[in-house]
């Protein structure tokens, strides 16, 4: 129903910036929430960011005041502007969106873009 592709990777050097965008098709009327998931080797996937269908928006404590999560609705895309990146930001970034449904919630994921920063 849902498709998420992402966009925006690449190898960048610490203290750099990257912006990762990821675009929505599909039957993207219910969408609740879109959001930021990232993957290092040997570690679970964690939280990034997460925005709402109003704009409410929540950091992960180790991207606050770094990362900067925005959505342009007409494009039906999300984007994670990423600022002062370190070596521990080194990870594969997956978009999510979540859908409300009468059970509870569906949740759509893409593919995943792989991030790398150099010291």
């Known amino acids: 129903q849902v498709q998420l592709v992402e966009s925006g990777g690449g190898l960048v050097q610490a203290r750099g910036s990257l912006r990762l965008s990821c675009a929505a098709s599909?039957?993207?009327?219910?969408?609740?929430?879109m959001g930021w998931y990232r993957q290092a080797p040997g570690k679970q996937r964690e939280l990034v960011a997460t925005?709402?269908?109003?704009?409410?928006?929540n950091y992960a404590d180790s991207v606050k005041g770094r990362f900067t999560i925005s959505r342009d609705n007409a494009k039906n895309t999300v984007y994670l502007q990423m600022n002062s990146l370190k070596p521990e930001d080194t990870a594969v970034y997956y978009c999510?969106?979540?859908?409300?449904?009468?059970?509870?919630?569906?949740?759509?994921w893409g593919q995943g873009t792989q991030v790398t920063v150099s010291s």
């Open positions: 999510n969106a979540r859908m409300g449904n009468l059970l509870g919630f569906d949740d759509y």
């Open positions: 925005i709402t269908s109003g704009g409410s928006t």
């Open positions: 599909g039957s993207i009327f219910s969408i609740n929430a």
